[in-house]
């Protein structure tokens, strides 16, 4: 456990359809490091995984978007998977709350589709960013720039491809928060 990460509180946003190991490795891997991870998603009831090619497990919500304030994480976490982001871009109270992370300054983690739910909250143009690359596309038209890499870092904002990138990306999103807010990371 890392003394840094200790105390710290992320908030992982997702609802039915997320990539199961997108967001069971990085919230096993963030607490981990003493991190308090809450599974925030648009209502209390449990939210179910897609699992490569069937869905999978019900994992239980911690808070819903209604009870959940920015004010209280340090970090943000979007796990990918098809269903999820394309639902959560489209309800506007899950794009004002990752809009406050931005505002704010805090990291946040986007892995595999995830960067959808960043186009549509106004979040990405300018930035260098690597996705899933179905998404490479959307992301360009958006103003990103678009990479093939593993895991892109650009001023806080944390990105990789797929869940073959976890291990760098989970390692990175820490580095990440753990350096805290980060003055180029805007809405």
């Known amino acids: 456990m890392s003394q840094q990460s200790s105390g710290k509180r992320v908030a992982i946003l997702a609802t039915d359809g997320f990539e199961e190991s997108e967001l069971s490795v990085p919230k096993a891997k963030l607490e981990n490091q ?9 209502d209390t009831k449990g939210i179910r995984a897609w699992a490569e090619t069937d869905w999978g497990e019900t994992y239980e919500v911690d808070k819903s978007l209604d009870d959940a304030n920015s004010t209280d994480y340090h970090a943000l976490m979007l796990p990918g998977g098809l269903f999820n982001p394309d639902t959560l871009r489209q309800n506007d109270q899950a794009l004002d709350f990752v809009r406050h992370f931005f505002e704010a300054g805090k990291p946040v983690g986007a892995i595999c589709h995830a960067p959808w739910i960043l186009i549509n909250a106004g979040v990405v143009d300018g930035r260098k960013m ?10 360009k038209n958006a103003g990103a720039e678009w990479v093939d890499e593993q895991v892109v870092v650009d001023k806080g904002l944390v990105t990789s491809r797929k869940p073959d990138d ?13 350096e805290g807010r980060h003055s180029g ?3």
């Not at 003493?34 to 925030?40: A, E, L, N, S």
């Not at 179905?134 to 992301?139: E, H, I, N, T």
């Not at 976890?166 to 753990?178: G, M, P, R, S, T």
């Open 130 to 139: 690597t996705s899933y690359p179905s998404v490479s596309q959307d992301l």
């Open 166 to 178: 976890l291990d760098a990306f989970c390692h990175k999103l820490v580095e990440e928060i753990n």
């Open 185 to 187: 990371q805007s809405a």
């Open 34 to 42: 003493g991190i308090t991870v809450h599974v925030i998603a648009p």
